[in-house]
């Protein structure tokens, strides 16, 4: 046992030695030299030196060696103040925050008094633990003891406050300090910004240049993070004008060029952020780290991969854990599996796939990428799961299409008794896409409420389209309605694209009118939405009052705003404003061309369609082909549509069925039936939309026994007839004169096949009975109608009235078609062509100057004969 200090001998020279030797230990500590210093110490007697113990002490400490540092504590017994807090130093420095609250605890217990030193080691421990109220009882003692004037002290203090979440007391004990050194600012500036309040940290920064105090790297480092939170350019400017005069842009300052690349980079001056990188005479790697993210944030893949293969090439930095967090996520959000899969090698060669983090990345990427089998593959070989990599893979499965795998896992998962999160929610919810998953769907939303997660906004905003997806919509709108949170704009786009996409257009509407009531930030998603329920409405006055507030707030530059607006105006009829709305923007992508093709080509535009197509800058996809073809058919350019036919073979886009559909259209309105049903029969999936243009082929060629054997043969290969079917079906059937056969079909529609007849079937119905003589049954059947017949089916009646003559059921039809639609001149014609057939040249006469009167005129009929394209 060594002595007490009362019984402590004056220092000999040996002992001021071996203090020297210790000393010099200490400046350069290793394990190997500090056992030899403790050995001579132990021999010479100079363990008794209390000085010579506590820089032994230390420099077990700086070795991580606190076991060594913790058996020396307990050897000595005439312990000081000093003594007591090196050892409580090296619990801080080597993690064991409560052995340092331990440490304290036992030099009061055993009456020695403390200092303000020991008590900054005290409030350091409860500041890393996080433990407030322990924090404030330390922060009373030191007020108790008079301390709290020692800089220092006040200065741990504040970072405690910050560190624990309470910036209110952390800026009070701020505000107290009479002497503020350069710690006490970055403490107080760096703890705003550690509780996310960047305008803070900002604000004391600003203040604590007007006191005249220069920053330090670490102020100057953390006003740039705030400046890149906020978005503040020119602050952010001044802030590395200010580094750089004062030297700490350049030299050994390497944490202030990391700051300034990563405030470039976020504000999207990647330019600026690589002349920083290029001109810092160090770099470690967070530097290269930054560098590469900035790269990735500005989506420069080449040069954030050309870094990483620079990287690699150095020998002092190697890329660590942190560029693989980097770049892996970057792999996965822009689906580049061959970079990733590049990534996964460099894993598995430097020995990183240990980490769970690391698999779990990995995992995301190869299922953002398509790559499914990979993730599985993954997944299953993990030696240990944590909860992020079953949330991981059960969104792998759903966003991959597999709704029941993702729901399997999910059940497996909760049968392991892994615990149900809010990031376990998210992952699950997508994989419910259909009626059939309503159920689980329902019992997620109750998980949901007993776990308390409706109380944030994004899980209402992912129940909610859950509830779309399921096809209740009713379930959605109670969700909307009965919200206790606040309900940002994701919240009113869900619920208004979830009306649009449900065919409630009135809906959409109206709560879009309530988004503007309640003033909330109408998104380039919201007027994406609106716009397309304006144009499937037929609201034109509407759609241009929403098409000018986009003008207004700015969101018209967007491109999907612009491609609504065309598509809009393509339904809307209006060719000129669909073509204008195109043009508003040079930068177009894919969709873009394919919207305007398709305005063109539905409003007998296909001249201009086909020569959009001519003029495409992207290599067409399966929408643009289809798209185009019908421009084809309209035009009866077979040539032309046999150089698609071409294209679409070299594309291999040959087994698309939508292609194959619009192509079989094409053949048959062009007169080419035969190359028409080689088409069908050569397609690898026959599609419903192949089978029912095969269907209206034959009815477009008065074939309709073979349109109903067709539809026959669908109906025996499994697949499911749609209300497309049926019009092609009826209209076939009215075109050979096969009304029994066409009654029995319409009268099976629901009873047999659950399709609701729709204004196009009983249209079909109308000119089957027309056609064959059968008018009086046409005028009961639709009057027999559950609802108000539309223009077109009078139309249909009034067509027959005129091919039999019969004038007196046409008169009376004509006055309903009249007061239905008074701007269309047909049906004026259309009865005024009956009364010269019947010799009734009086009311004729009187007809037409009816016409004249309001200004009516036919449109002029015209055709087409295909005579070569080039």
């Not at 999207?268 to 690589?274: G, L, N």
């Not at 029995?744 to 064959?772: I, N, Q, W």
Request: charged share 20%; glycine share 8%.
């Amino acid at each position: 046992m060594l002595h007490s200090k009362q019984q402590e001998p004056e220092c000999t020279l040996s002992s001021w030695d071996v203090f020297k030797i210790v000393q010099y230990v200490k400046e350069q500590p290793s394990t190997t030299n500090a056992a030899m210093a403790h050995a001579l110490a132990v021999k010479q007697g100079a363990l008794s030196h209390l000085r010579t113990a506590t820089s032994l002490l230390i420099v077990y400490s700086r070795c991580k060696e606190f076991g060594s540092s913790s058996a020396l504590f307990g050897e000595v017994v005439g312990r000081d103040v000093v003594f007591w807090n090196a050892m409580m130093s090296a619990c801080i420095d080597n993690n064991r925050f409560e052995a340092a609250v331990g440490v304290f605890k036992k030099m009061v217990g055993e009456g020695n008094e403390f200092d303000a030193t020991g008590l900054v080691a005290v409030v350091s421990a409860y500041s890393s633990l996080k433990a407030l109220g322990k924090g404030q009882v330390a922060h009373g003692l030191s007020i108790k003891a008079g301390m709290l004037v020692d800089t220092v002290l006040s200065n741990a203090v504040i970072g405690m406050y910050a560190k624990c979440g309470n910036l209110s007391s952390s800026e009070c004990v701020f505000e107290e300090v009479e002497f503020k050194d350069l710690v006490t600012w970055n403490s107080i500036i760096s703890g705003c910004f550690y509780n996310s309040h960047p305008e803070r940290s900002m604000w004391y920064f600003k203040r604590m240049a007007s006191c005249e105090n220069q920053p330090d790297s670490i102020s100057i480092s953390c006003a740039l993070a705030a400046c890149t939170c906020l978005q503040e350019l020119d602050f952010g400017l001044a802030i590395h004008a200010w580094a750089t005069k004062l030297g700490y842009a350049v030299n050994s300052h390497v944490s202030v060029s990391n700051s300034l690349i990563s405030f470039y980079s976020q504000l999207r001056d990647i330019f600026a952020a690589e002349c920083v990188f290029r001109g810092m005479p160090v770099k470690n790697v967070v530097s290269w780290n930054a560098m590469i993210k900035g790269f990735c944030i500005n989506e420069k893949t080449v040069e954030a991969f050309r870094l990483v293969r620079d990287m690699q090439l150095l020998e002092s930095i190697q890329p660590d854990m942190a560029t693989i967090v980097t770049v892996v996520p970057y792999c996965a959000e822009l689906m580049l599996v061959g970079e990733g899969k590049a990534a996964h090698g460099f894993i598995v060669r430097r020995e990183m796939a240990s980490k769970i983090s690391v698999i779990n990345s990995l995992i995301n990427m190869y299922s953002k990428c398509n790559k499914i089998k990979e993730a599985v593959y993954l997944f299953l070989t993990m030696p240990k799961k944590d909860l992020v990599a079953w949330n991981t893979m059960i969104f792998g499965y759903a966003q991959n299409g597999k709704s029941w795998e993702a729901q399997k896992l999910f059940k497996k998962m909760l049968g392991g008794c892994s615990k149900f999160t809010l990031p376990t929610l998210l992952a699950i919810l997508p994989s419910c896409d259909s009626p059939d998953s309503l159920q689980l769907g329902r019992l997620i939303h109750g998980w949901s409420i007993k776990l308390g997660f409706l109380s944030q906004a994004f899980a209402l905003n992912s129940l909610m389209h859950m509830y779309i997806s399921c096809g209740a919509l009713s379930d959605t709108l109670t969700l909307f309605r009965r919200a206790s949170v606040k309900l940002d704009v994701t919240s009113w786009n869900t619920i208004i694209a979830g009306c649009s996409r449900n065919g409630h257009f009135w809906e959409a509407l109206e709560y879009f009118d309530l988004m503007k009531q309640a003033q909330v930030y109408c998104s380039s998603v919201t007027f994406g939405s609106v716009i397309s329920a304006c144009g499937n409405l037929g609201l034109g006055i509407e759609g241009k009052l929403v098409h000018g507030l986009a003008l207004k707030t700015g969101a018209s530059t967007d491109i999907r705003v612009q491609n609504s607006l065309v598509t809009m105006y393509g339904r809307l009829g209006d060719s000129e404003s669909a073509r204008l709305a195109f043009n508003l923007s040079h930068d177009h992508n894919l969709c873009s061309w394919n919207c305007v093709i398709s305005a063109m080509s539905q409003n007998e535009d296909a001249k201009k369609a086909l020569e959009l197509f001519r003029s495409l800058e992207f290599e067409p996809n399966e929408i643009t082909i289809s798209t185009v073809l019908s421009a084809c058919a309209q035009l009866g350019a077979m040539t032309y549509g046999k150089q698609i036919h071409g294209h679409v073979f070299r594309s291999n886009l040959h087994k698309n069925p939508y292609i194959s559909a619009a192509l079989m259209d094409m053949y048959s309105n062009g007169g080419r039936l035969d190359i028409g049903e080689r088409v069908f029969l050569y397609s690898p999936e026959k599609s419903v939309a192949a089978w029912n243009s095969l269907i209206s082929a034959y009815g477009f060629h008065n074939l309709g026994c073979k349109a109903i054997q067709t539809f026959n043969d669908m109906i025996r290969s499994g697949v499911h007839p749609t209300s497309s079917s049926f019009t092609s079906l009826l209209s076939a059937c009215s075109h050979a004169g096969l009304v029994d056969e066409g009654r029995t079909y319409y009268d099976c529609m629901v009873s047999k096949f659950k399709v609701s007849p729709a204004t196009e079937h009983h249209v079909c119905m109308v000119d089957m009975l027309g056609r064959s003589g059968r008018l009086n049954e046409a005028y009961d059947f639709i009057k027999n109608l559950a609802t108000k017949a539309e223009a077109g089916i009078w139309g249909a009646l009034l067509s027959a009235c005129s091919y039999h003559g019969d004038i007196e059921m046409g008169r009376a039809v004509a006055e309903i078609l009249f007061s239905l639609e008074p701007g269309n001149a047909s049906y004026y014609i259309a009865l005024c062509n009956m009364y010269i057939a019947a010799g009734k040249w009086e009311e004729a006469v009187e007809l037409r100057s009816i016409m004249q009167d309001k200004q009516l005129k036919k449109q002029t009929g015209y055709s087409f004969i295909d005579v070569g394209l080039r």
